[in-house]
């Protein structure tokens, strides 16, 4: 069973910087995407990043391009998301999430959350003035 553990989360002030992390266990991710999403209270979820496990094809919502940055550690099964100059527009619950045949299809499915199979409890963000 696949499972993804999120960490990192808390309290910053706006301009501050977090890394999230998720630790992700139960197969072998070389044909996965693993990507992260977000929920703020009375929104839609939305999507903020993603990456192909091999080769570390990136994509990256609007909102958060050149603040944000995903990566992964393939030898610790880990991803990351390092998130700078945070706004409280950033507050929200962050989730991990992986989906299993992400390596087939091209970097603008990365975004879709209905392709993901596996998701992760979420770890809470919180941006203040």
């Known amino acids: 069973q696949v499972q993804l553990v999120e960490s990192g989360g808390g309290l910053v002030q706006a301009g501050g910087s977090l890394r999230l992390s998720c630790a992700a266990s139960?197969?072998?991710?070389?044909?996965?995407?693993l990507g992260w999403f977000r929920q703020a209270p009375g929104k839609e979820r939305e999507f903020v990043a993603g990456?192909?496990?091999?080769?570390?094809?990136?994509s990256y919502a609007d909102s958060v391009k050149e603040r944000f940055t995903i990566s992964r550690d393939t030898a610790k099964n880990t991803v990351y998301l390092q998130m700078n100059t945070l706004s409280p527009e950033d507050t929200a619950v962050y989730y991990c999430?992986?989906?299993?045949?992400?390596?087939?299809?091209?970097?603008?499915?990365?975004?879709?959350?209905?392709?993901?199979?596996?998701w992760g409890q979420g770890t809470q963000v919180t941006v203040s003035l």
């Open positions: 990456i192909r496990w091999n080769g570390g094809t990136t």
């Open positions: 999430a992986a989906d299993k045949g992400g390596y087939y299809r091209g970097r603008y499915t990365y975004s879709q959350g209905e392709n993901y199979d596996f």
């Open positions: 139960g197969t072998t991710f070389s044909m996965y995407v």
